[in-house]
Structures are given as C-alpha cells and as structure tokens.
C-alpha cells in the first residue's frame, strides 16, 4: 500500500499531463480531457473543427478541508456508450432517442493536513449529436462530508459572442432578455438594463441559464444544467477580460452553499450545439440526462387544456381578496363576519360562468384563484402563517364547485400560493393534498410569491431545491399533476416525474406589456429545461377596455396568441382571457378548441432567436398537423412550405394570420382566417405583422 500511495505522488508531481477524448455519434463534437502538471482536471469541446469551449478547469471549493481543484492523479479510467430510445409519457414527440459516448476519470488528491485517506472524486462525461455534459461524482471515502463552498466549473468561451441573457437572480427569472456581447453585459447592467427585481445579484456579469449564444461564425451554443437535485441552482460569472464563465451557486442560510454525503452526484453541466437554432430548439440533451420515470402507474398523467378565474385578477377587474376590513390576524379573523368589498372573483356565481363556458368549449380542466382566505394580508409582509390551503372563503362552496364542475365534465384545478412562507405550506401540504383527493382535483398550481421564510432563504438554494421536488414526490403519491410557479428553473427532471405537469419560471402572459420579442427567445433559453405555463391566449389588448384604470396592452396580435400554442411547448395549455372576450372572437377561438397538448411528431421548421420561430406538429396519435409561427419587433414575409407532410395526402387546412394592416402597436386584433386543400406540394405565403404570427390547422382528407 505505501509503494503504490509513493508511486502516485511520484507520478503527481513529474509533470506529466494525461489526455483522453470522446466524440459524439455522429464524429461531429469532440471533447477532451487532459490533468495539467499541477494536477488540475481541464476540458476542452468542439464542433465540427471549430473551439467551442476552450480549455476550462474543473473543481470543488469545499470549507473545513481541503478544496478540490488540484493535486489530482488518475486512478481511474473508462469508457462507454449508449444507444437507446424511450417514450415519454407526454412529449413533443413519441418517442426520443438517447445516444452518447462517456468517459468517466477517477481522480485522487492524497491528504496533505494529517487527516486519514485521500480525497477521491470522479468526472464523468458524455457526448451527444446534440452537444456535452459532464458532471462531478463524490464517491465513498473515508470522510463522506462535503461542505461545497463554492463549484469552480468554468466555460472558457472561443470568442466575444452574441447572447441572449437575463441577470443572475436568487429568486426570480421573470426579466425580458436582453441581447448583446458578451463584453458589452456590464455596461448594460450598470446602466439600469435588466433591473435587478429582487437586488441579490452577486454580479454586474452574472446571468442566468438557461444562456443562449451565437457565435460570430453562426454556431448557436446554449448552457445550461441538467437533474438538479439536492443541490442549489447554478447561475454563471462571466469574466469578461476573457470571456470565461465560472459556475456561481445560489446560496441559502448556510454558510456552505451545499452540504451532499457521499456518495454524491452534482446535477451535469450542459453545453448545446448546432449550426442550426431549429437543432437547438429540437434537442433534447437535457431530458436525456434526466434518469427514467420513477412512477410505477402513469395512467393518471394526462395532459391539460384549461381557462382559469385569474386574468381578470391579474388585470384589475377583480381581486382575490374578499374583504377590505383588517385582516392582519388571520387566526382571529372570521370571515362570516367581514363586509365584502364585492370584486372577489372566486365567487360561486362567477366561477360557475367559467365552468359553463369551459365546459361547454371542450376544456379540461378551470383553474380558481383566490378561493382561500387570507389573500388580504398575503404579499410582502413576511408572516410565517398566511394561508392554510385548506378554508375556502364564504362565498366559494368548494364541494358544490366541484360538482357542479363534475357534472359538467371537467375538473377544478387547485391553487396554492404559499406567499414564500415554505415552512408554513410544508406544515398544511398533506392535509392541502388530502382534500384535493377528497374533490377530485387531480392538478395544483402551486405559487412561492415573495422573500422565502425563513428569513434570508432563496428561491434557488439547495434547501428550496429539495422542497420542490419533494412536493412534487408528494404529490404524485396522491395522483396530483404540479404546475410550479415561481420555483426554481427547470432542468429536464419532468422525464423522472412526468406529473410535473409544467413550470413558471420566466416572464410570462401575466406581465402585460411585454415587448413582442420576448417569445422568439424562450423556446431558446427557459423552455430549454422543461415546458413553460405561459398563458396564451389573449384576443383583447386593450386592457384598459375591460379593466378600467389599467394602461397596460397586449403588444401582439390575435394570431400570434394562436401560434404561442404552438411556439411555446407545453402539455399544460391555459386560454387565459375572459369568456366574453372569445365569444366576441368565436371564429379564432375555435383555433383554441381545436388544438391539441400532447404530439406524435415535432417539426422546427425555421427559427433565429429573439426574430422568429416556425413549428409544425402532429397530434398524438392523429394524422392531423397544427403549424404555428411568431415573430418578434419586425414585420416580415414568409413563406411556409408543406413538404413536412406525406407525400400523396390532401388536408383540409384553416388559416388563422394577421390581416394586411395588423400591427402589435396599432391594429393587434385585426386578423384574417381562410380554408384550403393543400397538399405536401403546397407553400403559403405570410406577412407577418409586429409582435404577429399565424397558425394553421391541417386536417387529413
């Protein structure tokens, strides 16, 4: 045993330096490893001949014993490959496949403080047609602790590149991207672009993945994580002297942004890439590094159209609390005893208006907010205890509700906001699910408005991490489907546990006047995780019309809204606008009905992120195909081409496009709609407004 530890401290310190590669399937990307001479693990990538990431070095900055970042010597070396194909339980596609060649390093740092036994860490790697991914795995030693102070995974990127970014944020992603250089990110921070919502930036340059970046020669590169668990989420630090990105963990209470025991896996560390943004946009790198679905009975997972009580709280016409009187002790208040103010909107007449109405228009499921009390006290007082998740208001007859819901063929869908106080929601969360199972709500859109209790806690640390995947592991014991808004980003971990039905996590419909290109980008950066609850569907722009005393509009058009179904991926799909608002647009609400959640087959026809994107899908188990496509702040001409379908086919096609003089500023509900034969032969010719789109249904003949 000592010659063998003697002969590894000789070959640590002779100053060799150790090389090992892998390539994709296809021989188009390249990564390689090398241990420099001072025994630092490093990683290069690239694509198809040209440096995607330059030499990057790899490491652990551990507190109360020794980092690991160097003093390493190969003890270990393997190779691998896989070529399997799985099916999803909802997806844009039947089936996916999963190919990659690995390599795995294991790595020793003999002790230098007098402690027993070396520190052992191993490296794994995989190669994709798609792009790379490599993650750190803690193996079992003689100490098994880790306090991970700090992840020094760096990206060295091969140039000054476009990017598409948000700013690094403990607790929210909800911004509109910005684009620039990458050199050009600190002056924009600094000169108020991208406001720091919640001011816990750690960086003028840090961002937020997922990152979409071009490089000057047309490569399209994003970076992201994949199967984040137990561990806090990862934004980047980019040192713009040199255009190199550092990993930067969300921090918590703790001192140590991560305490894992061995034997411990990091989540991977993604890196996309294509000559091609519709590659990026179809990839599916980040499911396939998810592990397989953990649930034995997937047969109550089903995917859900839904209209919701809540654009018109979003907006002002309602609200969600019920009275104006004092509030502030929720456990002394009795709420048969408030005066109403009489703009609740979850009340038992008006939610069964929407029940009638979605029912009668062949929706699954309506979601109700504001049916519980203590919305009066809720935001930004920082009380432990607001909601119970269980004491519906006196006007909401939650059993009478769902029967009535019942009888009609659909289903209510529960809402939990927790105002940020996850001990309190913890505390109430199997009772909240026990009776969703006793009214047959079978989905929850759960909310984390608000600074996290306790006090200090973030969105993204490693405890919040673990909280919300535990709730949807709770959940899913009960039959429930999760719908998570303000949770931590997604990354992939819908392939494990499919009732995780879909995310918030980016800035969506309920921010009004968001300018018209923010939906050419998503589908790039937060859609690469995991599908986005967006609510489309919005038919009046004038908010102000309905709402009096809001100045907000819409900056898009009718038919962009139809496209978004499209566009913006998800399996849960909300038609958020008011009822009277669609029976006024009957003709392009029937786009809405038709159009389905869950797909066979998915097409990225064209795409240029934060410009424009064109998809084309075919609904699970039909011959039909539905094609969307949205622009962004520049009118432009398309022209769509059809050889997608099957050769020899006719389709009965509905064409749902901006009219001639529509405009997202000026004209936004101005649209046209048309009815063809069309075949795989057929191109069709768009002029697609501002902030516009179109969409078509194709229906086999």
């Known amino acids: 045993m000592k010659k063998q530890f003697a002969g590894l401290l000789a070959l640590m310190f002779s100053g060799a330096v150790m090389a090992e590669s892998i390539t994709s399937p296809s021989g188009d990307i390249v990564l390689e490893f090398s241990l420099s001479e001072s ?220 305490s894992v025991t061995a034997p411990f896996k990091t989540p991977w560390r993604t890196v996309t890439v294509s000559d091609k943004a519709t590659d990026i946009l179809a990839s599916h790198l980040i499911l396939n590094l998810n592990e397989p679905c953990a649930l034995e009975d997937v047969s109550w997972i089903k995917p859900v159209k839904y209209m919701g009580v809540w654009w018109e709280m979003i907006t002002g016409k309602s609200q969600w609390s019920y009275t104006d009187d004092d509030c502030s002790d929720l456990a002394a208040v009795d709420y048969s005893t408030v005066k109403p103010h009489g703009k609740h909107g979850a009340n038992n007449d008006n939610v069964r208006r929407y029940i009638d109405f979605a029912a009668a228009n062949g929706f699954d499921q309506l979601l109700i907010e504001g049916w519980n009390i203590g919305w009066e006290e809720w935001f930004g007082h920082e009380k432990d205890y607001v909601f119970d998740f269980l004491t519906p208001y006196p006007d909401f007859d939650i059993k009478a509700l769902n029967d009535y819901a019942h009888s009609k063929g659909i289903r209510l869908m529960m809402h939990h906001e927790t105002s940020g106080s996850v001990a309190n929601y913890e505390r109430h969360l199997d009772r909240a699910y026990e009776l969703m199972n006793r009214y047959g709500y079978n989905a929850v859109k759960s909310g984390y408005v608000g600074n996290i209790l306790p006090k200090g806690e973030t969105h993204y640390s490693q405890r919040m991490v673990r909280h919300f995947l535990d709730a949807v592991k709770r959940a899913a014991d009960r039959h429930i489907m999760v719908n998570g808004h303000e949770a931590v980003r997604p990354t992939g971990l819908c392939r494990t546990y499919p009732n995780l039905i879909a995310n918030e996590a980016a800035m969506g419909t309920e921010y009004q006047s968001m300018t018209p290109g923010h939906v050419t980008i998503l589908p790039f950066t937060r859609l690469q995780g995991g599908p986005m609850d967006f609510t489309p569907g919005i038919f009046r722009m004038d908010i102000g019309s309905f709402a009096p005393g809001n100045p907000n509009y819409k900056r898009a058009t009718v038919a962009n809204q139809l496209a978004l179904y499209l566009t913006m991926y998800s399996p849960l799909q909300m038609a958020a606008d008011l009822p009277e608002h669609y029976e006024e647009k009957a003709d392009a609400f029937r786009f809405i009905r038709e159009v389905p959640v869950d797909w066979s087959e998915s097409r990225y026809l064209d795409a240029e992120p934060g410009e424009y994107i064109v998809v084309a899908r075919r609904g699970k188990g039909s011959g039909d195909w539905y094609v969307g496509g949205v622009t962004g702040a520049d009118a432009r001409k398309y022209t769509l081409k059809l050889d997608f379908l099957p050769a020899g086919k006719k389709y009965a096609a509905t064409v749902y496009a901006d009219a001639p003089d529509a405009d997202c500023y000026d004209n936004p509900e101005a649209y046209v709609i048309t009815e063809k034969t069309v075949t795989s032969k057929s191109k069709l010719d768009f002029g697609m407004a501002r902030g516009g789109g179109f969409a078509l249904s194709l229906k086999e003949l």
């Open 39 to 258: 025994g630092r693990p490093f990683y290069s990538v690239s694509y198809k001949g040209e440096e995607i990431v330059r030499p990057s070095s790899l490491g652990l900055e551990l507190s109360g014993r020794p980092s690991l970042l160097d003093g390493f010597v190969r003890t270990g070396f393997s190779r691998g490959s896989s070529d399997e194909t799985w099916a999803p339980v909802w997806g844009e596609n039947d089936s996916i496949r999963d190919a990659y060649n690995s390599m795995t390093v294991s790595l020793m740092r003999p002790r230098r403080d007098g402690a027993e036994g070396p520190d052992r860490l191993k490296l794994i790697f995989r190669a994709y047609d798609d792009g790379v991914a490599f993650r750190y795995e803690l193996p079992s030693q003689t100490h098994n602790e880790f306090k991970i102070k700090e992840e020094r995974t760096q990206i060295a990127m091969s140039g000054d590149h476009t990017a598409w970014w948000i700013p690094g944020d403990y607790d929210t992603q909800e911004y509109e991207y910005t684009k620039s250089r990458l050199s050009e990110i600190r002056a924009l921070r600094e000169g108020g672009v991208n406001y720091n919502l919640s001011q816990t930036s750690f960086s003028p340059t840090g961002v937020q993945t997922s990152l979409m970046l071009k490089t000057d020669k047309g490569l399209y590169i994003n970076l992201h994580e994949a199967a984040l668990v137990d561990y806090p989420a990862m934004h980047l630090n980019l040192d713009d002297t040199v255009m190199v990105f550092e990993s930067w963990l969300t921090p918590g209470l703790e001192a140590a942004k991560a």
